[in-house]
């Protein structure tokens, strides 16, 4: 789809949209019309005092419940769109056009929105399906690379816990991938959405299969604020160690393990994180020392289907040493 | 059921309390056993910010999403928790104790929950049913008449737009009412309860049926914000405004109003709002300019029985002046 098509999905209703200064600079023009909250780009803009500052405007503009709130851009402007409308007067139709890879495959996907408070990620949110989520491929262009590398750690994810003719597809489409071919773009965007729309349409409340959607996410996570390395980096880092567990486990074969590593290598993610993993365990031990030493982590039992599992922190500690 | 109760609610369940300074001044002995968060008493204490503080202490308090949070206290609290619960980590169980009368019969009944943006009140929040409602009528003691008066004016609009035998038994008991008679009031409160909670249950988010509950609302929030009186007093102008429309299109017979208006007198709330109607009139218009110089009002078919219709400004005018 494109993002023109956002005029039709909004039809004749009022809308207001929530983008950020460069998705704005680049693609402004493109724009459908209606009124326009240009947050600041990055991170930073994901924050309740930011959320206040659009419900402020929006109350100035006198937006009631029928007017449409199209959020513009990357998982910071998905996010926050997404929260501000199900939350402003307990909830504005949302629509989503997604104009990172990341918010493509993933962010925009789901339903799930948010703001940070302060080191607190996502504390701050609800799930609410927008009405529509747009994936324009034009709008990719300019992104940097290792933003590139963040959505397709997500779509490596995807193929992995549930689609392995798409892994296989990945695998020979490695190179055009990184290349930001439209062809291989396409065919992997829209499995991506596909398969995570599935998930979330059996599970929105993340009471069982949605987990399978943190593959590669809790090691991850700690991998990220520990080393400080980028999210996709950390998430290709997460499913190594955590194909490592599955190998240890029984589940999948070693021939199996050296394809996953291999198709991560070369889409340039890494797969080991630098240094000890003692600070990596001990992030994981304080976000989870409720749970008495153990940790519950999504492991593969052959590529294409995952399974959660509960695992002593010694052992993931040794993953995360060896392989 | 009592406040104690909360304690075999909440189970095995860890659990935290948002409740208000003058709450934990007067019950905080009979709280169960949790951490507390206790904002300022008051509607200042419904703010975007208060909101913020709690989401930070919960954080602090490393509190996950198998943590119920229990809102204790009067409307103001139970829209702050409820929004801090459905927010918080995308959704935390929720517990509320209602402890005024207008709590217990309104703001804590039917998963409406939100925060004031500066003028804008419930600008921000959401529809979420909490996990269950305690209305304790030993908590209602210590309350002022005037807060007392804002319950009993939404006892009656419920009355009004569903339950004509509760109408003829508020009539019986205004004077008990007044006094707090525990019988009187656990009538009152219990048909209350399951009047709203019927409406809410048979539509949630306000597609049809629910609007019913605006009965009184839509003049009484102009009078509260022009006229500056409580929302009961606003409230109950509102629905004798309401009233008079009924009449005059027909519908309510004259000595039906008359009823409404001697039990409304009765508890001590006032049917005419002082002064010139002309700023109220203003108020609506500039709150609804959008449609043209129509309201859509809850009118009365006969007592215990609503209906919304889309009235020319000018006729309300001329029943907010008459009458």
Same sequence: chains 1, 2.
């Avoid at 880092?237 to 955590?242: C, D, L, N, P």
């Avoid at 070693?254 to 340039?268: C, F, K, Q, S, V």
């Avoid at 630098?274 to 492991?299: C, N, S, T």
Wanted: charged fraction near 25%; include cysteine.
């Amino acid at each position: 789809m494109r993002l023109e098509q956002a005029a039709q999905l909004i039809g004749a209703r009022q809308a207001v949209i929530v983008s950020d200064e460069n998705v704005t600079r680049l693609f402004g023009e493109r724009f459908p019309p209606a009124a326009r909250i240009v947050v600041e780009a990055g991170e930073g803009a994901k924050r309740l005092e930011t959320a206040g500052a659009v419900y402020r405007r929006l109350a100035e503009l006198e937006v009631d419940r029928a007017t449409l709130l199209l959020g513009i851009g990357g998982g910071v402007v998905c996010d926050l769109a997404g929260f501000v409308a199900a939350t402003y007067l307990r909830g504005l139709p949302c629509g989503l056009v997604a104009t990172t890879l990341l918010a493509q495959v993933d962010a925009a996907i789901g339903g799930k929105n948010g703001v940070n408070l302060e080191r607190f990620k996502n504390l701050v949110g609800t799930i609410r399906q927008p009405e529509f989520v747009i994936c324009d491929l034009d709008l990719l262009q300019p992104l940097p690379l290792a933003e590139v590398q963040c959505g397709l750690a997500e779509i490596v994810k995807h193929a992995l816990i549930a689609d392995a003719a798409l892994f296989e597809r990945l695998e020979r489409n490695a190179a055009p991938l990184l290349a930001l071919d439209p062809q291989a773009l396409a065919d992997a965007v829209t499995s991506s959405v596909r398969i995570k729309t599935a998930v979330v349409g059996r599970d929105e409340q993340e009471r069982g299969e949605r987990r399978m959607l943190n593959f590669g996410h809790t090691l991850g996570h700690a991998i990220e604020r520990v080393r400080g390395v980028s999210h996709g980096a950390a998430v290709s880092i997460g499913m190594r160690a955590a194909v490592e567990l599955s190998v240890r486990k029984g589940w999948l074969p070693a021939p199996a393990a050296e394809r996953i590593e291999g198709l991560l290598t070369r889409l340039g993610l890494p797969v080991r994180a630098e240094g000890e993993p003692a600070a990596i365990i001990e992030a994981l031990r304080r976000d989870k020392k409720r749970e008495g030493g153990r940790l519950h982590m999504v492991l593969l039992r052959r590529i294409g289907l995952a399974e959660v599992v509960s695992l002593p922190l010694a052992e993931v500690e040794a993953a995360l040493a060896g392989g």
